[in-house]
């Protein structure tokens, strides 16, 4: 067998097929596993968006405009189950955690590549559980993406096939983060220490044990629910003498970490693009490197703020809200570091760039009104409000998403090989930007007004801010078309990017040829030097390609 082909055959799952397609279905190939998800995910992602687009058309005017509100309860339960469980929880770790990390830290792929294929596969079986239950005899859902207890124990819509879904979704996100774990310790290239990691692969370490550890106590309470709706036992239906409050409990013991398993690969993408185009060394770097860990640990005592109103104790209060005030503080770490670093650098405002700084403001806003519902009176007024609706939506969405697709832009080059239009990129950007905040900014002055969240009809004095929301919404819709057919046109006709286009200085950029190619690096690299090292602006290490020894 020739090394070609031998190579090839143990990037598949089972041999070495013919056919393309199976190549691409079977491949256990990090990156092109990587690719599969970004698809699939993309794929849901749009049509989450469209089913926004329908909720935000029915909310034009009181009344019903569109669908009736059992139908827009199915809506919006389904929006979220998408929009959380399918794309935003596993979005940049199962695309750039699988397509960039190995590269980052010079392996050859991650350690247990068939559990990797397998892991996209049982993501792919969860989301078709869920897609089936739409057409089941009683439709999906109508509980929210939250499945609070005990309506989602009595309701006779398909709760069961999607809480199975979200079931085999946390099985697939556990495994993944057991898969990263082990990669990002036993296969770093030599000299590798972790301190001389990219602080990208910080981000998908503290993500790991996120999903590691906080992942398996939704899936026991999902288990637990399950049980009580087809066997009636008494877990957390008051009338048979559970208690639907610990189905709060145990739900948020994950979901709020879960939160900071969105964001801390996102703050990771954050940390590689803000260094490479103010050509400085990140101000900081242990700093923002122990701060993900900080937020990753600190992240598991916050989840009772979520319950102010719940009836719990005026000093279990007072200790979740000073623990969710604690939180901000590595966070705020990493704002004074991304910030430190641009002062007084020659800032570059490519496409990455300019999608980075536009996030700084959004998750700033969403970070800050965040505070108000930290507060133990601000939280009873504006819980279950528009506001909260808001808040979420610009830390998750102006947060993680915008940085998500920051992340496309900065290691497009890699993946294809190719260069998207940058001026359209960055018109692109200025659309959903606008759009953004002129769907969702409404929203705060609407929920401290008293708008309540999750409902069919409203008061005719809200109706503006539904309008502008409406407006903003259809801007943002255009914008990421727009995105994506820019993107889309730079991978068939773009013009060829080079290994290196933007002068960074971190292992993946120093590879042979652009795309990345099935081997990675040619030889493993030994790595005697800190990431981000520039010098008048020009990175400071340099890499040759047959021996991968510097050369500077």
Not at 452 to 461: A, G, I, T
């Amino acid at each position: 067998m020739s090394a070609k082909s031998y190579l090839e055959e143990t990037h598949t799952a089972f041999g070495h097929p013919k056919s393309k397609i199976l190549q691409w279905l079977l491949t256990i190939d990090h990156k092109r596993i990587g690719i599969m998800y970004a698809v699939v995910m993309f794929f849901f992602f749009f049509v989450a968006v469209g089913i926004g687009m329908t909720m935000r058309a029915e909310l034009w005017e009181p009344g019903k405009q569109l669908v009736d509100p059992h139908t827009f309860n199915q809506l919006f339960t389904l929006h979220g189950v998408i929009m959380i469980f399918i794309f935003i929880v596993p979005g940049i770790p199962a695309i750039f955690g699988n397509i960039i990390m190995p590269l980052m830290i010079g392996a050859k792929d991650v350690s247990f590549p068939r559990l990797n294929w397998a892991n996209f596969w049982l993501y792919v079986i969860g989301c078709i559980v869920a897609l089936f239950s739409l057409w089941g005899e009683n439709g999906f859902a109508d509980t929210g993406w939250t499945f609070y207890a005990p309506y989602s124990l009595t309701t006779s819509t398909n709760v069961i096939p999607v809480l199975v879904a979200a079931f085999l979704l946390g099985m697939s996100s556990i495994l993944t983060g057991l898969n990263f774990l082990v990669t990002i310790h036993r296969l770093r290239a030599p000299g590798m220490d972790f301190f001389k990691m990219p602080l990208f692969v910080w981000g998908i370490y503290a993500t790991g044990w996120i999903q590691l550890l906080a992942t398996p106590v939704v899936g026991i309470t999902l288990i637990l629910a399950m049980l009580e709706k087809y066997f009636g036992i008494g877990i957390f239906d008051p009338a048979k003498g559970g208690d639907p409050v610990l189905f709060e409990h145990l739900f948020w013991i994950y979901s709020h970490p879960a939160v900071y398993l969105m964001i801390l690969p996102a703050f990771g993408v954050m940390s590689e693009i803000i260094p490479t185009f103010s050509r400085k060394e990140i101000f900081g770097y242990r700093t923002v490197a122990l701060s993900s860990a900080a937020i990753a640990g600190i992240g598991y005592l916050v989840w009772g703020h979520h319950l102010f109103t719940s009836g719990m104790s005026d000093l279990a209060k007072t200790i979740f809200s000073f623990l969710t005030f604690f939180v901000a503080v590595p966070t705020g770490i990493k704002f004074y570091d991304w910030v430190a670093t641009m002062y007084k650098a020659k800032i570059v405002l490519r496409a990455p760039m300019v999608w980075a700084l536009g996030t700084m403001i959004t998750f700033v806003i969403g970070g800050l009104t965040g505070v108000t519902i930290t507060m133990i009176g601000g939280d009873i007024h504006l819980q279950d409000t528009y506001y909260s609706v808001a808040h979420f939506h610009y830390a998750i969405l102006g947060g993680v998403v915008f940085l998500m697709f920051a992340g496309m832009h900065y290691w497009f080059p890699i993946i294809t090989g190719k260069m998207y239009n940058e001026k359209n990129a960055i018109r692109a950007f200025a659309l959903i930007f606008v759009g953004f905040n002129l769907l969702w900014f409404p929203m705060f002055i609407a929920g401290y007004y008293g708008m309540p969240r999750r409902y069919f009809d409203y008061l005719p004095e809200f109706a503006i801010y539904h309008k502008i929301a409406f407006v903003g919404g259809v801007m943002l819709v255009i914008g990421l078309l727009w995105m994506f057919y820019n993107l889309i046109q730079g991978w068939r006709k773009g013009e060829p990017s080079g290994p290196n286009p933007w002068n960074a200085t971190t292992l993946e950029w120093h590879l042979p040829m652009a795309p990345a190619p099935l081997d990675n690096h040619t030889k493993v690299p030994y790595v005697d030097f800190r990431p981000y090292e520039y010098k008048h602006g020009e990175p400071v290490v340099k890499f040759d390609y047959e021996t991968m020894r510097r050369i500077d």
